[in-house]
C-alpha cells in the first residue's frame, strides 16, 4: 500500500491567495482528519471524518477554512484567503482503528 | 490546562542511555494512550499504545500507564542514535477517534 498521500508536498503563496491541500487515504481506512503542526502549538486536530461526513470540526480556525471530503478516497483542505498566520505543516491522517492512524508526508505552507 | 500535557525538551543523551519521556493527562474516560514518534520532516508513526493501565514491553521500549496519577512514560533502553525524533503522546477515551496530543519531546541521541 502506498500510505497516505497528501499533495502538494510544498506550496509557497501570497497573502490573500486561496490554497487547496489534497489527501488521498490508505484504502478500507474509514476515518480521515487534519491537522495542522506549528513549533509553538504542536499538532492541531482542525476536523474529523468518519464515513465521508464531517464529526468534528470545532478546531478549524475561522471560516477563512473547508474542508471535503467527497468520497472515500479524497479529501481536500482549502484556505481562502490565506494569511501569514497560516504558515505550518498540514498533515493528512487516515485510520480504521481508535488508537492508530496513518500520517502522510505532509504540506509544508509558508503563506508571505 | 490542556489535556494532555507534555515536557518539550529538548532532551540530549549519550548513545547507551536509558530515556524516560513522560506525559500526564486529565481526562478519566482516557483509555487508550499511544507514542507516536516523529523523524524531522516526516509525519508522526505509531510506536506503541496500551490499553488502560500497566506496562507493554516491545525490544527496547517500554510503555508504561499509571492511571491513579494520570501518568503515561515511555522508557528507551540501549539508545541509539536512530532514535533521536520527537516523540508525542496521545490518549483518547476510545469511543470516538479523536486524539488528544501531547506537544512532543525533542530527543538527540548523541555517539
Known amino acids: 500500500d502506498a500510505g497516505v498521500i497528501q499533495s502538494p508536498r510544498h506550496e509557497v503563496t501570497e497573502m490573500g491567495q486561496e490554497v487547496t491541500l489534497r489527501c488521498k487515504p490508505i484504502?478500507?481506512?474509514?476515518?480521515l482528519f487534519w491537522y495542522r503542526q506549528t513549533m509553538m502549538r504542536g499538532l492541531e486536530l482542525l476536523i474529523y471524518?468518519?464515513?465521508?461526513?464531517?464529526?468534528?470540526d470545532s478546531g478549524m480556525p475561522e471560516d477563512r477554512f473547508s474542508a471535503k471530503m467527497p468520497n472515500a478516497s479524497f479529501s481536500t483542505l482549502k484556505i481562502q484567503p490565506s494569511e501569514p498566520r497560516d504558515s505550518a505543516v498540514y498533515f493528512c491522517?487516515?485510520?480504521?482503528?481508535?488508537?492508530?492512524?496513518?500520517f502522510g508526508p505532509g504540506t509544508r505552507l509558508t503563506v508571505t | 490546562q490542556k489535556e494532555v500535557e507534555q515536557d518539550p525538551g529538548p532532551l540530549s543523551v549519550p548513545e547507551g542511555a536509558i530515556v524516560s519521556l513522560n506525559c500526564t493527562y486529565s481526562?478519566?474516560?482516557?483509555?487508550?494512550f499511544m507514542w507516536y514518534r516523529q523523524y524531522s520532516r516526516k509525519g508522526p508513526e505509531l510506536l506503541m499504545y496500551?490499553?488502560s493501565s500497566g506496562n507493554k514491553e516491545d525490544g527496547r521500549f517500554t510503555a508504561q500507564v499509571d492511571k491513579s496519577s494520570k501518568y503515561i512514560s515511555l522508557f528507551i533502553r540501549d539508545s541509539q542514535p536512530s532514535d533521536s525524533a520527537t516523540y508525542l503522546c496521545?490518549?483518547?477515551?476510545?469511543?470516538?477517534?479523536?486524539?488528544?496530543w501531547g506537544l512532543g519531546t525533542s530527543l538527540a541521541v548523541n555517539p
Open positions: 496521545a490518549s483518547n477515551a476510545g469511543n470516538n477517534r479523536k486524539l488528544i
Open positions: 491522517a487516515s485510520s480504521f482503528r481508535s488508537y492508530e492512524q496513518y
Open positions: 471524518f468518519n464515513n465521508n461526513v464531517p464529526i468534528d
Open positions: 481526562n478519566s474516560a482516557f483509555q487508550y
Open positions: 484504502s478500507g481506512h474509514n476515518s
Open positions: 496500551t490499553y
